[in-house]
């Protein structure tokens, strides 16, 4: 049976961190290939500002590319309306009929989840892997208590702290700071060159 693991994400600029977490998760899940799924329109960002599709994946792309491991998946950027992970992972069996996915998440996104659009749902569908941060508990049986679906579909892993966030290098492009390694560097130079972040508001 393929094991596959799919990383959803804006992706806002795809950073360092992202990259560590997803290759910890696919070593510790005996993960054959990750997905990385940009999302399209994700409904808890609604208010904010994303940067185009096209850009996202281009900086996406070219970080993955020396990864034979990594790809990415387009369901979510090609489909309209917003993105809701039961329905991205719906999709992704009948694009992967036989195999068992796991969808990666990072401990705060866990946590979250009792407030995702039909959690329950969504694992009944797919595993969870979820990144724990060393020293950190997440009150797991909180969780069950609103997700009851959750029992015995979640794999925990211990990931290194990485303290780097998405908004953070955004922030750090607007006032002229170096981000250089919080990035790979082709997606340094795509933003350097495309001009990206220079002029959206604090986010």
């Not at 993955?64 to 992972?89: Q, W």
């Not at 009929?97 to 797919?126: C, K, N, T, Y």
């Amino acid at each position: 049976m393929q094991r596959i693991g799919i990383f959803g994400g804006t992706f806002d600029p795809i950073h360092q961190g992202h990259l560590i977490m997803a290759d910890e998760l696919r070593y510790r899940l005996r993960l054959e290939r990750v997905l990385f799924l940009p999302a399209g329109r994700p409904p808890h960002k609604t208010e904010q500002e994303i940067t185009t599709d096209q850009h996202r994946l281009e900086m996406l792309e070219s970080a993955i590319s020396d990864n034979p491991a990594f790809e990415v998946s387009y369901v979510d950027i090609r489909r309209s309306g917003l993105s809701y992970t039961a329905d991205s992972m719906r999709e992704h069996l009948e694009l992967f009929p036989g195999a068992e996915i796991a969808f990666l998440m990072g401990q705060d996104s866990f946590r979250d989840l009792p407030h995702w659009h039909q959690p329950g749902r969504l694992v009944e569908l797919v595993r969870l892997g979820v990144a724990m941060r060393p020293g950190v508990v997440v009150d797991v049986e909180s969780i069950l208590q609103r997700v009851p679906e959750v029992a015995g579909r979640v794999d925990f892993a211990d990931v290194p702290l990485i303290q780097i966030a998405s908004s953070e290098i955004r922030r750090r492009v607007r006032e002229g700071m170096p981000i250089r390694y919080h990035v790979p560097a082709p997606v340094e130079r795509y933003i350097r060159e495309n001009g990206l972040y220079q002029a959206l508001p604090h986010r």
